[in-house]
């Protein structure tokens, strides 16, 4: 009841009663929640909706807002720009570097570091052909016909950069214009590589003497690194499918079975193995360098050929919850999930620009697999993983001047001193669902951008302040949003396009690796690797296609970006290859 003489408003509060001061209080509070609801909305909630999202990030695409016409108008030309700079940055490699392998953009010298059969050219042909660069992609065919894929200084050529590289470029190219001459060249390349399984365990050696037939081992000795011998099965399969050659097949599937006896209780590999004994050589753990594509390539692999090799899936699931539960923190202030090697059981708190293909991964085999492929809640809890590391990988980018992502990172331990244990994820996430769910899960607040701010805000230091042009965490980008279908990660992804494009393009028009993505200052390094042609520019390119040329569930991307068909094997395959 109010008292007499009071007037009421609508809400049944008397004006008149309040004090200035307390108006003023009830204002300041309104104010608070309304900027509370807007940051719920824009960074804790889900996603904010299409046309939110354009507004406040004024990317001029909007569903809702923006016809469909508009909307790939704005779209065509994003597709352009990539397709500029591809031009652009490929037109100086063959200036300056044809037919060597790759430019040095500063000096406009060259560098034969992948055998000097011209890496850049083969691994950029598929990127080329879906763009529609008739001209660049006719001269990488007549390349590929008079190149002499046998002969290379030293004769010793290494297994794994061969096999992702050009082997998964010559086989995507092939299944994309069936040319014959790009088949060819692959089952060349294939069998030259065989010779790199004759080992004690028939783990494949680091390189091989194509002039004595014989594996060779690299900087790391007599040691098997596991990322490298064990992603070769999408090509030497496809092959395999293609040329009808059991010991394609065979020798690569052997690696995989070896392994799968391998695995220890925690679904994890280490990262070195020693190529005599067949033993580990050290305690690490890692979903970036050295381990990555070894678990990229099960779910790949097992959905590739039609999944029929039903143990691929088993240690891809496996797998997957060791890295989730072993694999996974969450850092101290702003609460970011991310993943970091772990050595001798502990966590070392760093994250690596490489580790940003892995939530990219955990969507794909959401989209790809069935509930009965996972243990109950099991799904859920990968779905998280994914959300809030690729929300990492883009912060990482996000936060920083140049809007690249640093090489890696090191973050703050969730306790403070050396604690990093404490900030491991499962265990936060376990206690959110005891407690009954409340709020976001852990690891999934999304925390605004700090670009301008120290370490001390932004929650890591540096680790390797550098760019390489490298490809994850816009891949992840792309294969968020074909997934979920939120435009968020396609909204990411080109920002990521944008940034890469304005800050690591140097005179003349090439692209080369940045050494500081947080300061003004373009220190830039001599390079412009391959990859950056086979993956950048070509997820880049694709988040920018409303009809997917490659929908993931009839192509699969070797870790090189070639996307290779989904196919099943012939019975008499089948029979022959023993599936
Ligand atoms: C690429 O050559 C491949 O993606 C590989 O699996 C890891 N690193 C580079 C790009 O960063």
Redesign the pocket.
């Given at each position: 009841m109010s008292a007499p003489g009071h007037q009421q408003d609508g809400s049944g509060m008397a004006k008149a009663a309040l004090p200035l001061r307390s108006r003023r209080r009830i204002k300041l509070a309104l104010l608070l929640i309304a900027a509370v609801s807007l940051y719920t909305v824009f960074y804790l909630g889900h996603f904010p909706t299409s046309k939110d999202y354009g507004q406040f990030f004024s990317s001029g695409i909007s569903k809702e807002g923006i016809s469909g016409k508009q909307r790939n108008a704005t779209l065509q030309a994003r597709a352009e720009e990539v397709k500029m700079a591809f031009r652009r940055g490929y037109g100086q490699y063959l200036r300056h570097s044809y037919p060597r392998d790759e430019l040095r953009p500063l000096s406009n010298e060259s560098i034969d570091n992948f055998n000097g059969w011209g890496v850049t050219v083969v691994d950029s042909i598929d990127t080329m052909f879906l763009m529609g660069l008739t001209e660049e992609y006719e001269h990488a065919r007549s390349h590929v016909a008079t190149t002499d894929f046998q002969t290379c200084k030293g004769g010793v050529v290494p297994f794994f950069e061969t096999i992702?590289r050009y082997l998964g470029g010559l086989l995507s190219a092939y299944h994309l214009t069936e040319d014959q001459t790009f088949l060819s060249a692959a089952d060349h390349i294939g069998r030259e590589l065989l010779p790199a399984f004759n080992t004690t365990w028939k783990l494949p050696s680091f390189s091989v003497d194509l002039v004595t037939r014989t594996p060779q081992w690299g900087w790391s000795g007599r040691t098997i690194l596991l990322s490298e011998a064990a992603s070769n099965q999408m090509e030497y399969k496809y092959l395999a499918h293609l040329t009808g050659h059991a010991e394609y097949f065979q020798k690569s599937d052997q690696v995989t079975r070896f392994l799968q006896k391998k695995l220890g209780g925690y679904g994890l590999w280490n990262t070195m193995w020693d190529a005599m004994s067949g033993l580990p050589s050290n305690a690490a753990w890692s979903i970036g360098a050295l381990g990555?594509?070894a678990y990229e390539y099960l779910l790949k692999a097992y959905i590739m050929s039609g999944r029929t090799e039903k143990y691929l899936l088993e240690i891809y699931i496996k797998s997957m919850r060791g890295a989730v539960n072993r694999l996974v923190y969450l850092s101290r202030t702003r609460q970011l999930l991310y993943i970091t090697e772990v050595v001798e059981k502990r966590p070392q708190g760093t994250m690596q620009h490489?580790s940003c293909f892995f939530p990219g991964l955990l969507a794909l085999g959401d989209y790809l697999l069935q509930d009965s492929d996972f243990l109950p809640g099991e799904r859920e809890k990968f779905r998280f993983a994914a959300e809030g590391l690729a929300y990492t990988c883009w912060i990482l980018y996000a936060d920083q001047i140049t809007g690249l992502g640093p090489e890696e990172v090191r973050f703050h331990p969730y306790n403070g001193d050396d604690d990093y244990q404490s900030g491991r994820w499962v265990h936060h996430l376990d206690r959110w669902k005891a407690k009954g769910r409340k709020g976001l899960p852990p690891g999934l607040r999304k925390p605004p951008p700090l670009r301008g701010k120290t370490g001390k805000h932004k929650d890591y230091d540096y680790a390797n302040a550098g760019y390489l042009l490298?490809?994850?965490a816009i891949e992840t980008m792309y294969i968020m949003w074909r997934t979920t279908g939120d435009v968020v990660w396609r909204e990411r992804a080109w920002k990521m396009f944008e940034a890469i494009n304005t800050n690591t393009t140097v005179d003349g028009g090439a692209f080369a690796s940045r050494s500081h993505v947080d300061i003004e200052e373009k220190l830039m390094r001599d390079e412009s690797p391959s990859?950056f042609f086979a993956?950048t520019l070509k997820y880049a390119y694709l988040a920018c296609l409303e009809d997917d040329p490659l929908p993931l569930d009839q192509y699969v991307f070797n870790?090189?970006a070639h996307p290779l068909p989904i196919f099943s094997w012939t019975q008499e395959q089948r029979e022959r290859f023993g599936v």
């Open positions: 992702i990555d594509s490489l490298r490809p994850e990859y993956e870790t090189e």
